[in-house]
Nanobody, 127 residues
Framework: QVQLVESGGGSVQSGGSLRLSCAAS????????MSWFRRAPGKEREGVAG???????EYADSVKGRFTIAKDNAKSTLYLQMNILKPEDTAMYYC?????????????????????WGQGTQVTVSS
């Protein structure tokens, strides 16, 4: 049974940092493209960052230079280090898994391509 479990969300002030984790189980984690998405109230689900099987990364323009995605294949865990947080980063954050490499993924920011999702972890940034 595939499971993705996020943790690490919370409430911080603007300029603060948080580190999200996503523990994966039930599938061969190292052969999946992994991403973080977020969804703010009243907004569409947005791709935040993605990491390929070979470790190459991609970011939404809104988080470049502030967020870092990483993974530990030995622990089957995905991370998102979020620095210089802004109120507009407030959202529910989800990790997602695509079965294959970036070459097979038409658009990493399109949530419809992903097979597995976590339940989400809330991030709230106050000004």
């Amino acid at each position: 049974q595939v499971q993705l479990v996020e943790s690490g969300g919370g409430s911080v002030q603007s300029g603060g940092s948080l580190r999200l984790s996503c523990a994966a189980s039930g599938y061969d984690y190292s052969t999946y493209y992994m991403s973080w998405f977020r969804r703010a109230p009243g907004k569409e689900r947005e791709g935040v960052a993605g990491i390929d099987i070979d470790g190459s990364t991609e970011y939404a323009d809104s988080v470049k230079g502030r967020f870092t995605i990483a993974k530990d294949n030995a622990k089957s865990t995905l991370y998102l280090q979020m620095n210089i947080l802004k109120p507009e980063d407030t959202a529910m954050y989800y990790c997602a898994a695509f079965p294959g490499s970036r070459m097979l993924l038409l658009d990493w920011r399109n949530w419809r391509y992903y097979s597995y999702w976590g339940q989400g972890t809330q991030v709230t940034v106050s000004s």
